[in-house]
């Protein structure tokens, strides 16, 4: 298992959750007011699942040893990466700012969210999109299996380090349980993939 295919993985269940979070803005649209519990639920798991865990992989080591191999944050693949995780923060905290006044039928609010919301979407899907077909190319093609061990093993302890033991899990739930609520597919993933790297307890 390549620490590139865990983050890969880890993709297809984001998508998951934008395509749910797609649908609540729909259902919201049309009602005139925002479902809150979905919209928490979606929120929570972009700012743990997708950034802490997820992002936090590609920041504190995956694009630090691909800067280390050669690749210029400044002008390289990483500082894009970077920059776009940013913005995606952005869109996060935007969300989460609008839902209560949102779930009130506050028209403004709504608007608000949505926005938001699809902006987060279509900058998410496309930042995917980069990685998956372009930025995790060039790491493989320079990494070696000494390399892959090391970067699994760190991959392990960003959970450990970051999080409570069992919150891979939860988020997962937490996807599948949006995904069932609003008639999403549940994601084609390789589920040895998702058991290791942010997960690890004692």
């Known amino acids: ?24 803005v ?26 802490r865990c997820h992002h936090g992989k590609e920041e504190v080591h995956l694009f630090p040893w ?12 990483t500082g894009v990466m970077m920059r776009e995780h940013e913005i995606g923060r952005a869109h996060v905290r935007g969300m ?3 839902i209560a006044a949102a779930a009130q039928g506050d028209g403004e609010a709504l ?16 930042h995917i999109q ?9 790491a493989n093609q320079v990494m070696s299996e000494e390399d892959e061990r090391r970067m699994l093993s760190l991959f392990e302890h960003v959970e450990e380090d970051e999080m409570k033991a ?8 937490v996807a599948q349980t949006l995904a069932e609520k609003y008639g999403v597919p549940l994601a084609e993933v390789d589920q040895s993939a998702l ?8």
């Open 1 to 24: 298992m390549k620490p590139t295919e865990i983050l890969m993985n880890e993709h297809r269940v984001i998508e998951q959750v934008l395509n749910s979070l797609q649908a609540i």
């Open 26 to 51: 729909e259902e919201g649209m049309a009602n005139g007011r925002l479902e809150e519990e979905s919209a928490r639920m979606a929120v929570d798991f972009f700012r743990n699942f997708a950034d």
């Open 66 to 77: 691909m800067e280390s191999k050669g690749f210029d944050r400044n002008n390289g693949p």
């Open 96 to 98: 989460e700012e609008a």
């Open 111 to 126: 608007k608000r969210f949505a926005s938001h919301a699809n902006g987060y979407i279509e900058m998410l899907r496309e």
């Open 130 to 138: 980069k990685e998956d077909h372009c930025l995790f190319n060039m």
């Open 166 to 173: 069992g919150t891979h899990e939860k988020y997962l739930r």
């Open 195 to 202: 058991t290791c790297g942010c997960h690890h307890t004692h």
